[in-house]
């Protein structure tokens, strides 16, 4: 079984298209996480949700918004792509805020 | 092998050595700290845990130390093996729920 499961695992598209990124946990947690990791292995914290509420939403462009149709599912939508959005995009789940993270595989996006 | 994550981001050691991770953090409000392992083309996965009212927390062939007087996180790795081979990062949970990642320190084992 697969915890934090994202769908796609490679995402290919050209610059100022819109796309989305799922993601799925399977494992009751009530937070989930989107991160975005650059080239340099770089981890950023994008956005986090917890019983559908955000709690907290770091300074990322607003082209960025989280869509959270249940506790078990945080998708991530990006509309008008920029070449400077290539990057891997994990998402994760906890249980509470400040508990051990499960990551998804993530989705490596290329923005040509 | 040691190295400090920020400034020397790759760390190269043989086969059964110990490894020693090393991560400065930046919030003295933070009390709670994990340091998790990314293998190639995975995901970051959970090694080991500390909480501040503790210095040292041992795990399986890991340890972590924690300074909180020069905000100072080690992951000591014992007996290397080639499957530890991946980056390792330190993240700190302080104010808000938030968990802030260090930049990884790229571990390479060495047969």
């Known amino acids: 079984d697969t915890a934090v499961s994202q769908t796609p695992k490679y995402l290919v598209t050209q610059m100022g298209n819109d796309k989305s990124i799922k993601c799925e946990q399977n494992?009751?947690?009530?937070?989930m996480y989107w991160y975005k990791q650059d080239s340099k292995k770089f981890l950023k914290i994008m956005f986090s949700?917890?019983?559908?509420?955000?709690?907290i939403n770091e300074t990322v462009p607003n082209r960025f918004s989280p869509k959270s149709p249940d506790k078990a599912h945080l998708n991530l939508h990006i509309n008008s792509l920029e070449l400077g959005d290539s990057a891997v995009y994990f998402c994760?789940?906890?249980?509470?805020?400040?508990?051990?993270?499960?990551f998804g595989p993530g989705t490596r996006l290329t923005v040509t | 092998g040691e190295s400090v994550g920020l400034h020397l981001p790759t760390l190269s050691v043989q086969e059964g050595d110990n490894s020693i991770i090393n991560c400065a953090y930046s919030n003295s409000a933070s009390d709670y700290f994990i340091w998790y392992k990314q293998e190639s083309g995975k995901g970051p996965q959970f090694i080991i845990d500390i909480r501040s009212n503790m210095d040292k927390r041992q795990g399986q062939r890991v340890t972590v130390l924690l300074n909180k007087t020069v905000k100072h996180l080690s992951l000591q790795i014992a007996a290397t093996q080639p499957g530890d081979s991946a980056v390792y990062f330190c993240?700190?949970?302080?104010?808000?729920?938030?968990?802030?990642f260090g930049t990884g320190t790229s571990l390479t084992v060495i047969p």
């Open positions: 949700y917890n019983n559908k509420e955000l709690i």
């Open positions: 994760a789940s906890s249980q509470g805020g400040r508990g051990e993270q499960y």
């Open positions: 993240a700190e949970n302080g104010a808000g729920n938030q968990f802030y």
């Open positions: 494992l009751g947690h009530d937070t």
